[in-house]
Nanobody
């Protein structure tokens, strides 16, 4: 089992940047694929980005491609989400998740560990 704690959310103006962090605890955390999902008020949770256990494979939702970057530091058991050129439509609670199979995956049901979420609000 892996425990996940997100941080770094907040309020930012459109066009600004934020970096989210996800600290993972657990002996095998570095072998998990990691992902970020988000859920806006009144909307379903949606995939944002994922990274394989090695960091060599990443996928992004079309809505964030070119603006967001996922990375990981396995020595520190931490995953990062750098968000640039933020838009009001990026406003959501962002969740970090861990998938035990290690391969980057866009499917929420592949993830069996979830953080509590961190709020990101982008003002226009």
């Amino acid at each position: 089992q892996v425990q996940l704690v997100e941080s770094g959310g907040g309020l930012v103006q459109a066009g600004g940047s934020l970096r989210l962090s996800c600290a993972a605890s657990g002996r095998t955390a570095s072998t998990y694929a990691m992902g970020w999902f988000r859920q806006a008020p009144g909307k379903e949770r949606e995939f944002v980005t994922t990274i394989s256990w090695s960091g060599r494979v990443t996928y992004y939702a079309d809505s964030v491609k070119g603006r967001f970057t996922i990375s990981r530091d396995n020595a520190a058991n931490t995953v990062y989400l750098q968000m640039n050129s933020l838009k009001p439509e990026d406003t959501a609670v962002y969740y970090c998740a861990a998938a035990p199979q290690g391969r980057a995956t866009t499917r929420a049901y592949d993830y069996d560990n979830w953080g509590q979420g961190t709020q990101v609000t982008v003002s226009s």
